[in-house]
């Protein structure tokens, strides 16, 4: 169900948003931390074969796939903070009708209402095929 939202819901959302971009950050700090203390070289071995030299990537790619989502959540997080204080959050990018509630709840920083994002999934799959 799509409903408005009122200031209590504003400020808890917001709260949610802000809260979320700080775990974030303590994450990738952590991430960047782990790689400092083990480098390349001390995950692979001192001379390393191919097996080694193949783990220390996977497990360097794993770090920075991590960095990477984690910014790109922040990012989409910092929009939605945009939108807050705009006046615009809570409302579809694509029609402008109000998101649903439980949407925002599992993610607060929804862009599109669900008919709009499965239109918008959809136009990215077709994308993707051409």
Same mark, same amino acid.
């Given at each position: 169900?799509?409903?408005?939202?009122?200031?209590?819901?504003?400020?808890?959302?917001?709260?949610?948003?802000?809260?979320?971009?700080?775990?974030?950050?303590?994450?990738?700090?952590?991430?960047?931390?782990?790689?400092?203390?083990?480098?390349?070289?001390?995950?692979?071995?001192?001379?390393?074969?191919?097996?080694?030299?193949?783990?220390?990537?996977?497990?360097?790619?794993?770090?920075? +796939?991590?960095?990477?989502?984690?910014?790109?959540?922040?990012? @989409?997080? !910092?929009?939605? #903070?945009? %939108? *807050?204080?705009?006046?615009?959050?809570?409302?579809?990018?694509?029609?402008?009708?109000?998101?649903?509630?439980?949407?925002?709840?599992?993610?607060?920083? +929804?862009?599109?209402?669900?008919?709009?994002?499965?239109?918008? @999934?959809? !136009?990215?799959? #077709?994308? %993707? *095929?051409?």
């Amino acid at each position: 169900m799509s409903v408005r939202l009122d200031r209590a819901d504003l400020a808890a959302f917001e709260y949610r948003l802000v809260k979320r971009m700080e775990e974030l950050s303590q994450q990738i700090g952590a991430v960047r931390e782990r790689e400092r203390e083990e480098s390349f070289s001390s995950t692979a071995g001192e001379v390393p074969d191919a097996l080694d030299a193949s783990v220390a990537i996977v497990v360097f790619e794993t770090a920075n +796939a991590e960095i990477r989502c984690a910014h790109d959540e922040r990012r @989409e997080l !910092d929009e939605a #903070l945009g %939108r *807050l204080s705009v006046g615009s959050y809570g409302v579809c990018l694509r029609c402008g009708q109000p998101l649903e509630r439980a949407r925002l709840e599992a993610y607060p920083a +929804a862009k599109r209402h669900l008919p709009c994002q499965d239109a918008h @999934e959809r !136009d990215l799959k #077709l994308r %993707r *095929l051409a």
